[in-house]
T-cell receptor, first 113, second 115 residues
Framework: AQSVTQLDSQVPVFEEAPVELRCNYS??????LFWYVQYPNQGLQLLLK??????LVESINGFEAEFNKSQTSFHLRKPSVHISDTAEYFC???????????FGAGTRLFVKA | ETGVTQTPRHLVMGMTNKKSLKCEQH?????MYWYKQSAKKPLELMFV???????ENNSVPSRFSPECPNSSHLFLHLHTLQPEDSALYLC??????????????FGDGTRLSIL
């Protein structure tokens, strides 16, 4: 069985400060890892994904996440956040067989001026 | 524009009404999903269709009835709903179930309110 834990339900941060949103998972099989973002009144959008290869993956808007197999983590980071990054962020895990995707409960990032 | 369109965006209905939610995807995908998103709860997978065949029903009450006439369209028929069914209902699609390295593409959802 798979599970995903997002350790923080809300993260308030000031603009231009760094942020880390934490995600831990458990699985008995190999997995693919995803981060999705949900802006107000919208659906989820893919932010970045780890499939294989380099453990550090980046998005086009400055976010990055690092796959750590030993710690079963896939934390999301950004060195300097903007007001427009205010949204809810979901970590998701899919087994490599592709038949089950599990989403975390979400972390609400609130960027303050 | 995500390639997945949901209508209506908002729906208010009484407990005795019958209504339907519609989802259409223009991505050439073969798998489609219904999710329920309630405040302060994790995303709940409701139904999955792969190549028009239902492959998953996560113990969803029978007052929710899905329909997938083709790989591009997905409906959720609603009848005799309860107040706790008020939520955001999200539709998603992916290339096909079983290809785990492909992400899901979501619509903007239908905000459902039960009076």
């Amino acid at each position: 069985a798979q599970s995903v834990t997002q350790l923080d339900s809300q993260v308030p941060v000031f603009e231009e400060a760094p942020v880390e949103l934490r995600c831990n998972y458990s699985s008995s099989v190999s997995v693919y890892l995803f981060w999705y973002v949900q802006y107000p009144n919208q659906g989820l959008q893919l932010l970045l994904k780890y499939l294989s290869g380099s453990t550090l993956v980046e998005s086009i808007n400055g976010f990055e996440a690092e796959f750590n197999k030993s710690q079963t983590s896939f934390h999301l980071r950004k060195p300097s956040v903007h007001i427009s990054d205010t949204a809810e962020y979901f970590c998701a895990v899919t087994n490599t067989g592709g038949f089950k995707t599990i989403f975390g409960a979400g972390t609400r990032l609130f960027v303050k001026a | 524009e995500t390639g997945v369109t949901q209508t209506p965006r908002h729906l208010v209905m009484g407990m005795t009404n019958k209504k339907s939610l519609k989802c259409e995807q223009h991505l050439g995908h073969n798998a489609m999903y219904w999710y329920k998103q309630s405040a302060k709860k994790p995303l709940e997978l409701m139904f999955v269709y792969n190549f028009k065949e239902q492959t998953e029903n996560n113990s969803v009450p029978s007052r929710f009835s899905p329909e997938c006439p083709n790989s591009s369209h997905l409906f959720l028929h609603l009848h005799t709903l309860q107040p706790e069914d008020s939520a955001l209902y999200l539709c998603a699609s992916s290339q096909e179930q079983g290809i785990g390295n492909q992400p899901q593409h979501f619509g903007d959802g239908t905000r459902l309110s039960i009076l």
